[in-house]
Structure formats: structure tokens, C-alpha cells
């Protein structure tokens, strides 16, 4: 059974950094998509970034890009999304999440199947 356990998060002031991390645990797929998606309160899911544990292929949304980068451990099996320059409206909970079965576009939400339970990071301006 694959298992995703996120850390890192916190309260950080505007302008600031933070570092999540996802550790996987039990996956034994080949080709697969790790994600890290966040819900800000009353909002619906979004897409933050992606990357492919095959090719190390990266997607990031335009919001996070340039301050955002998201990095992977093989040997760790593990997923980190640094966060630089971190504004208010980042204030989310940020889930990692993972693809096994990866198509063209891994920004789509509902093609993520296994999720973590989330870790909350707000940003006080």
C-alpha cells in the first residue's frame, strides 16, 4: 500500500521560505507523476507542481513559477517543494499526491489517486 507523509509546514511572514517534503512510502510503480496541489480555505484544489519520477520532467503553475521548485530524491523516494518569496496568497494546505498511471497532463487534478493528509502553511503579510 503506497503511503505519502508530508512535513515542513508552518507560518512564515511574507516574503519568506519554507521547504515541504513528502516521503512515499511502498510504491512499486515504474512510471508515475509526485505533485504537490494546495487548497486555500473556501477554495477549490490547485495545482502547485509536478514531477516525473521517470524522466525528472517538472510543470509548474504560473503562480508559483520562478519562486517556487520542486525536487525529487530517488534514493529517498522523496518529494520537496521549495517555496521562496512566499506571498499571503499562499496560505493553503498543500497536499503531495502521486500519478501512478501518468497521461499528458499533470496538472489535471483528478488524475492524482493517492494523496497525503496535507500540511498547512500560511503566509502573514
Known amino acids: 500500500q503506497v503511503r505519502l507523509e508530508e512535513s515542513g509546514g508552518g507560518l512564515v511572514q511574507s516574503g519568506g521560505s519554507l521547504t515541504l517534503s513528502c516521503a512515499a512510502s511502498?510504491?512499486?510503480?515504474?512510471?508515475?507523476?509526485m505533485a504537490w496541489i494546495r487548497q486555500a480555505p473556501g477554495k477549490e484544489r490547485e495545482f502547485v507542481a509536478s514531477?516525473?519520477?521517470?524522466?525528472?520532467?517538472?510543470t509548474y503553475a504560473d503562480s508559483v513559477k520562478g519562486r517556487f521548485t520542486i525536487f525529487r530524491s530517488a534514493a529517498e523516494n522523496t518529494v520537496s517543494l521549495q517555496m521562496n518569496n512566499l506571498r499571503p496568497e499562499d496560505t493553503a494546505v498543500y497536499y503531495c499526491?502521486?500519478?501512478?498511471?501518468?497521461?499528458?497532463?499533470?496538472?489535471?487534478?483528478?488524475?492524482?489517486?493517492?494523496w497525503g493528509q496535507g500540511t498547512q502553511v500560511t503566509v502573514s503579510s
Open positions: 499526491a502521486l500519478d501512478a498511471s501518468p497521461g499528458s497532463n499533470p496538472a489535471a487534478i483528478s488524475a492524482y489517486d493517492i
Open positions: 511502498g510504491v512499486i510503480y515504474s512510471s508515475y507523476v
Open positions: 514531477v516525473s519520477w521517470r524522466n525528472n520532467k517538472k
